[in-house]
């Protein structure tokens, strides 16, 4: 018999995602990540997920199913490799996606690592995204239901964790799996999903940092795109490509942020046009299964929340850079750029 760990959050999608593993005759048992505790990044334990009230949950879903449950303290590993790069990346001008690193050192290495040292045979999560296997290759594509689709940050999977991996979620739909909630009387059936970074769910990056750091940031300059001083931002960290809302600044007409100078200290702030980008590099980049040769065509997403647009790519040295024949807006270093091939995902980077 196959046995799985099934990554549990206490949300309803990796409740479900449990179901189908069980129905499926699985051995299962159910695994909750411990993170961080809620009172050390100064937040009331209920406000979001990996809190006690999701850790019950989980462990009331993994019991109606008749599976053992276990939370896995992970806290060091997540401070280290999300938290602290997480601040590390504002600091350095960018705008990190913590989501991205969670799955990559968390989810799909550190509890790959413990489902080898527990004998099993699958990680199993809640994701809208789909593997497929073709003669020994390991895909990974994106899921059924677009509107929820996660395969852009899953884009850093290795073939090895690829086959060991199921999404069970990756046909179905986001109605159904509320829909089978309900009916099999899980108590998360109608719960929320959660839509901030989970460490900093009220949304004020900077304020996290200032605490999370003991450190202070220096007001410095708004400026034009000609170098013509605006006002007084707030500290660098505050701000990121393409904001508009926030700045505590009126010019009359709509600006954004489209460059922050950390050397001077300055935020610069321009017009639409001046967050077209046509070309952009990536470092850290992972090929799902093999690097190409020469320069290819497909499409990209740089954000999470975006369509993807047609590009080329091709490698330079130990970047990959990317090219858009229609300009896309507010292109961010330290975002991602993910590549696809119609629903297949071809690998994805770092921008710098």
Known sequence: MNKAIIAMSGGVDSSVAAYFMKEKGFECIGATMKLYDNEDIGISREKTCCSLDDIDDARSVARKLG???????????????????????????????????????????????????????????????????????????????????????LYSMTQEQLAHTMFPL??????????????????????????????????????????????????????????NVLGTHSGIIGYTIGQRKGLGIAVGHPVYVCKKDLQNNTVTLGGEADLMCSRLEAVDFNWIYEKPQGKITCTAKTRYNMRDVECAAYCEGDRVVVEFPVPVRAVTSGQAVVLYDGDYVIGGGTII
């Open 67 to 153: 599976m053992p449950y276990y939370v896995f303290n992970f806290k060091d590993e997540f401070e280290e490799k999300v938290i602290d790069k997480f601040v590390r990346t504002y600091e350095q001008g960018g705008t990190p996606n913590p989501c991205i690193d969670c799955n990559r050192y968390l989810k799909f290495e550190k509890l790959h690592r413990r489902m080898q040292e527990l004998g099993y045979d699958y990680v199993v999560t809640g994701h809208y995204a789909d593997i497929e296997e073709k003669d020994g290759r390991y895909y990974l594509k994106r899921g059924l239901d677009l509107s929820k689709d996660q395969s852009y940050v």
């Open 170 to 227: 990756g046909r179905r739909t986001k109605s159904e799996i509320r829909e089978i909630a309900e009916r099999e009387g899980f108590l998360n059936a109608k719960k929320r999903d959660s839509q901030d970074i989970c460490f900093v769910p009220d949304g004020d990056y900077a304020a996290f940092i200032k605490k999370h750091t003991g450190k202070s940031y220096a007001e410095g300059d708004f400026v034009d795109t000609q170098g």
